[in-house]
């Protein structure tokens, strides 16, 4: 079988319309591949191709990033359609962002065969993978072993633990939304109740706040005096909120509070938090150890040693590293519990 290009994949699309599965299964026999397999946007092609390669790489899939019956319009609900959904076999499979509809149980997402998705809330949860930072910051700065080292691990784990009390809440109001929309209300709430505007004022970090010295305790202490303003402000607002379901739901699911940030917002955990924090460790770790050069004697070879190092990081780009964090995840699968469950469902769909 031969593989196609996204370019190639696209022209096709645009020469065809595949109105059902009838269709495209001709299609199929028609390009000599197996599967096509519709994602959210361009971004979500290589991470679903990366997937699929590594639990399944006797499959042939032509990712496409978007949905043909919607004129190339990419995003999650042009990839969840009743048209899709229904279509969706063995010749066609959908990929998307969990957001918080695994941990809600909503269907389809949550049992249906055809429909793979994240577990965490989106893609970028992968890509703050801690142990995967950690790599990230050694490969963009080469810090001093001798040194002691700012703990991604710790620091995630802590900041997870002091935001689950607050997702047992946006839980609460996303369960509320969906189920307002699953009746089709006429007061259906079109925004979330917690809005992102004020998670990103609970969440989010400035550099300014990090001290690598103390492991950026003062971010965790800040962290949770921002969550608890926002459970008393919640708790004011709505007084009768019985989470008790929710709480039923995250224990059945086996969602541990040092794991919280698999299933908070990942766009903001990404952009708000870990390349902040990124962006911190290693321009502090770049300064230790250019300090260090300058206070050795001089010699040819120390000499040589220092180009060598500033030519590596000239050349080493974080921020494009972190871009394919998830690969770690792949790698450790023992220390991603999400990405474990999308291949038992891969291996379950072969």
């Known amino acids: ?42 971004e979500d092609v290589h991470f679903w191709k990366d997937v699929f390669d590594s639990f399944a790489p006797e499959l042939n899939i032509v990712f496409y990033p978007y949905s043909r019956e919607n004129h190339f319009k990419s995003g999650k609900q042009t990839i969840l359609t ?25 269907e389809p997402l949550f049992s249906h065969p055809y429909i793979f998705h994240t577990y965490t809330y989106s893609i970028e949860n992968y890509k703050i993978f801690p142990q995967a930072l950690a790599r990230i910051v050694d490969k963009s700065s080469y810090p001093d072993a001798s040194l002691r080292r ?47 505007n004020e998670l990103k004022s609970v969440f989010c970090i400035k550099s300014n706040e990090i001290v690598l010295a103390d492991n950026a305790n003062d971010v965790i202490t800040g962290l949770k005096n921002r969550v608890s303003l926002m459970i008393d402000k919640i708790k004011k607002k709505y007084p009768y909120i019985d989470l008790s379901q929710i709480d039923s739901t995250l224990s059945e699911l ?38 260090w050069f300058n206070l050795q004697e ?13 030519n590596r990081i000239k050349n080493m780009d974080w921020k494009t590293l972190m871009n394919d964090g998830y690969m770690y995840c792949l790698i ?17 769909f072969v």
């Open 332 to 348: 450790s699968l023992k220390r991603c519990p999400p990405i474990q469950k999308i291949k038992q469902d891969v291996e379950q």
């Open 82 to 106: 009743e048209h899709n959904i229904k279509n969706a076999g063995a010749s066609l499979i959908l990929c998307v962002d969990s957001d918080l509809e695994y941990l809600l149980k909503n």
């Open 150 to 196: 700012f703990s991604f691990v710790n620091f995630i784990k802590d900041y997870s633990k002091v935001t689950y009390p607050l997702l047992r809440y946006i839980l609460y109001f996303e369960k509320r939304k969906l189920e307002q929309m699953a009746r089709k209300q006429d007061d259906v709430v079109s925004e979330p109740l917690i809005s992102e």
């Open 254 to 291: 086996n969602v541990k509070e040092e794991e919280t940030y698999w299933y908070l917002n990942g766009h903001i955990m990404y952009d708000c938090v870990a390349k902040i924090i990124m962006g911190k460790v290693i321009s502090d770790y770049r300064k230790e150890k250019r300090e």
């Open 1 to 42: 079988m031969k593989d196609l290009s996204i370019d190639d994949a696209e022209n096709i699309l645009l020469d065809n319309d595949l109105p059902d599965i009838d269709d495209r299964n001709a299609e199929n026999i028609q390009l000599d591949m197996d599967i096509a397999c519709y994602v959210e946007g361009l």
């Open 298 to 310: 001089k010699t040819e070879i120390l000499k040589a040693k220092q180009n060598e190092y500033k």
